[in-house]
Each structure stands twice: as structure tokens, then as C-alpha cells.
């Protein structure tokens, strides 16, 4: 029968499951690879099988473990929160790390030009972005924003407003042809770029991974583009093509682990992005 000798090896565990790779995960312990790399091996030798699989993909959490690591990250949430709460009525201020997921363009355009309010209001609150279109979980960050709502993990997931998109020329492009910019394959799926493929006819001249690259290569290329309206609509550069369909409205949804929900430093977080992306929206 497997045992523990070391609980403290369970945070390593945690960590490296959250980040997928030993050099974030000693990042996020303020250790190092080695470190990490050894308390695997040792947990490892006490649950008599890997802890993970090395795939194609990266490493894969042993499924005989996922009761376990469950267990532990809902301690470990827990944990964190109860702290929070303690230091808050010890103190009466708010403080801790944040790591924060977002689309690039959310992040650009919505919550970094009025950052400097949550800043006054929470000095003590210290922020970590990760601006990424494509992540759907939740994985080492404590917020996740995101276009598509995870179906899988014990996440608390509410809309947070949505993003709109048209189909745009470039002003000075006079010609005919339709030579667009889109994103990566993957995202052929979503209404954004299958409308601007059965628009224009053919696949995109170019792919960049998110609709700031899209934004700079067309208006520097004069392709057309399929961009978020608080984008294009504000760009002298580029106006509406005023034939092509409708495209879906893409939801906004704001994700954190249910063991959070009473930590006081991601409440405060949550309500301030919540209100950010709804204001925005609205204006």
C-alpha cells in the first residue's frame, strides 16, 4: 500500500499538474527543475508508479492519482483563501499574488487602460498576466478568462460580457481580390473565421495567433481582416464591409476553482474584471 512520507512533496505534485513542466512549476515554488525533478522521483518510489506519463502532447497526470491531486488542490485552495481571510482581518488590507488569463485583445483593450484604478485601490495586490486567445483551462492561473466555457475540472465559470466582430477592408485597397488575415487553423470552428471563409472564398493569405497580429499585418498589408468591432470600428484605417453576414457574438466568460470562491484577493479581482469587461462593452 503506497504512503506519503513527506506531505510537502504533495505541493510539487499540485504545482507540476497546474503548469505541465518542471522549470514553472519550480517557478511557482520558488524552487528549481532538480528540485521538482527529485520529489517526483520520491513520490514516485512511495506511490510504487510515476506520478506522470511522458506523452507526445507532455506530461500526463497518472490517472490512478486525479482522486488525489482532486483532493489536494481543494486543500490547497482552501488553504489559500483561509489565509487571505485571516491576513484581511488582521490587517484590514487586501494582499497576495494574482495570476490572471485573458485574450490578448481583453487585456489590451479592456483592463489595461484603467489597471491603475484596481492598483489604488488594492496596493497590495500583486498581478501576473497571461495574455492567451487559445486557453481553455484554468491550469496554473487563478483567473481564466476565455471565449470558451471549460467543461471539464470544478470551476465556477459566469459570462462576463462578449466580444463582436465584422468582416473589414483596408481603405486604401481598391482591388478585387479578397485576400484576407485570420488565425491559426485550430480556430477555423468558431463564427469569426468560418463566416470570413464563406465570405471570401478561400483560406487566408495569412495566420497569426491572435487578432492583434491580425490588426498590424493587415493594416500594414492592406488584407482584409476579420477583427473584434471595439477594433476595427475605431480604426480610420479600415471600414466595415457592409455585405458580408453576421457574425456570432462570442461570450466572455470569467473561471476560477470553486475552493476560491471565498478568497477574499480573488473576489475583489473577479468583481473589478467582471465590471471592467462589462463597462467596457457598454461604452
Known sequence: MPSFKNWDDLRYLIAFYRTGNMAAAAQRL????????????????????????????????????????????????????AIRRETEEASGDLAGDLRICVPFMVGTYMIYPRLSEFMTTYPKIRISFNLDSMQENLNDNDILITPARPEHGRLISSQCGVMRFKLYKHRDNTSDTKDW????????????????????????????????????????????????????????????????????????YLCYHETRRSDPVLKAAREWLKERTTEFLRS
Open 181 to 252: 488575415a485570420g488565425l491559426p487553423l485550430e480556430t477555423d470552428k468558431y463564427s469569426a473565421m468560418s463566416v470570413a471563409k464563406e465570405y471570401f472564398g478561400c483560406e487566408p493569405m495569412i495566420r497569426v495567433d491572435n487578432f492583434e497580429s491580425i490588426h498590424s499585418v493587415c493594416a500594414e498589408t492592406g488584407l482584409s481582416a476579420v477583427l473584434p468591432t471595439f477594433v476595427g470600428d475605431q480604426d480610420p484605417t479600415f471600414e466595415a464591409i457592409e455585405d458580408a453576414p453576421a457574425i456570432d457574438d462570442v461570450p466572455l
Open 30 to 81: 520558488d524552487s528549481n527543475p532538480a528540485t521538482v525533478s527529485r520529489r517526483m522521483a520520491r513520490l514516485g518510489e512511495a506511490l510504487g508508479y510515476p506520478p506522470f506519463e511522458k506523452r507526445p502532447e507532455g506530461w500526463v497526470l497518472n490517472p490512478r492519482l486525479e482522486n488525489i491531486v482532486n483532493q489536494a488542490m481543494e486543500f490547497d485552495g482552501a488553504l489559500i483563501s
